[in-house]
């Protein structure tokens, strides 16, 4: 029972900001009501016993990516500055079509008999498990993980520099 | 109310990434833009993450979702430096205004 209320609680947590974000006017709004979403889909990865998923979300989502976000906003906007909207003649298709595709994907999964076993094995929290999957079966992936990282970072500061510091 | 299964958890991912969709399409500020892509990677994940509490904590999902968690930050780190860019450019960063790739 209190599962359940806290499953609606979370969904609530992460929908209606992410409403917020695609229909609000003011660009720091939306950027800020990200954080309740992010923070909603964490609380969903804790419903579903994935605790170091939870965790890094929290961590690489708001601590990481979302200050990169708001960064893009302040840097590229005065913060009192309200967004043009787009025309209405292309907000109402687009709404009406992604509205039907919606509808759709909801009809089309919610009559699934989906393979569902309530079995949870006794182990406390993930992250042990993981570390050895990690370490092992998935040691490749995690290490060309690390080196697209290490790329993008350099990547990323040299496409940020500015044009004439390159030439120096 | 009934029970919470997995078609739930299915319901709010499907929602979150119409969101995603539709912040992408109909924004023109390039940051928002991002932002539905962000919105986008997080339904994805959950979908990986639900499916696998529902095949009895198979943690190879997890593992997949970790990738993803990964790919955002470096999609998010790479795409704010050439919104950045964009932006010392045309001195806008909406998705109408920008016409030219190079100076």
Same mark, same amino acid.
């Given at each position: 029972?209190?599962? +359940? ?33 992010? =923070?909603?889909?964490?609380? @969903? ?28 906003? !302040? ?15 292309? *907000?109402?298709?687009? *709404?009406? $079509? ?5 509808? +759709?994907? /909801? ?7 989906? !393979? ?11 992250? !042990? ?6 370490? +092992?079966?998935? /040691?490749?992936?995690? &290490? $060309? ?13 040299? /496409?940020?520099r500015k044009p004439e510091e390159?030439?120096? | 109310?009934?029970?919470?299964? /997995?078609?739930?958890?299915?319901v709010v991912s499907v929602v @979150?990434?119409? @969101?995603?969709? @539709?912040?992408?399409? *109909? ?5 928002? =833009? ?7 990677? %997080?339904?994805? %994940? ?10 009895? #904590? %198979? ?15 470096? &999609? ?7 919104? #950045?860019?964009?932006?010392? !450019? %045309?001195?806008? $960063? ?6 030219? #790739?190079?100076?």
């Open positions: 029972m209190e599962i +359940t209320i806290l499953f609606y609680v979370f969904a609530a947590l992460t929908l209606i900001p992410a409403f917020f974000v695609v229909f609000s006017r003011s660009l720091i709004h939306a950027a800020f009501s990200l954080l309740f979403t992010f =923070m909603g889909v964490a609380g @969903l990865y804790v419903l579903l016993s994935a605790d170091f998923i939870a965790v890094a979300q929290i961590m690489v989502y708001i601590g990481g990516i979302l200050i990169l976000l708001v960064f893009g906003v !302040m840097i590229t906007k005065q913060v009192t500055d309200v967004e043009i909207q787009a025309s209405v003649g292309r *907000t109402i298709p687009a *709404t009406i $079509v992604v509205a039907f595709a919606m509808v +759709t994907l /909801i009809f089309i999964l919610w009559p699934v008999n989906w !393979m569902q076993s309530d079995y949870l094995p006794e182990i406390e929290g993930t992250t !042990m498990e993981l570390g050895e999957l990690l370490m +092992t079966t998935f /040691i490749l992936p995690f &290490e $060309v993980a690390g080196i697209l990282l290490l790329v993008a970072v350099m990547g990323a500061a040299l /496409i940020a390159v030439q120096s | 109310m009934m029970e919470i299964g /997995i078609t739930h958890y299915l @979150l990434f119409s @969101l995603g969709v @539709l912040a992408l399409t *109909t924004r023109r500020n390039v940051v928002l =833009m991002l932002m539905g892509i962000e919105f986008m990677l %997080n339904a994805a %994940n959950i979908n990986l993450v639900a499916f696998s509490r529902y095949q009895g #904590l %198979n943690l190879h999902g997890h593992v997949f979702a970790l990738f993803v968690i990964v790919l955002a930050a470096v &999609e998010a780190a790479v795409a704010l430096a050439i919104v #950045l860019h964009i932006y010392r !450019m %045309n001195n806008t $960063v909406e998705a109408d205004r920008i016409a030219d #790739l190079k100076e």
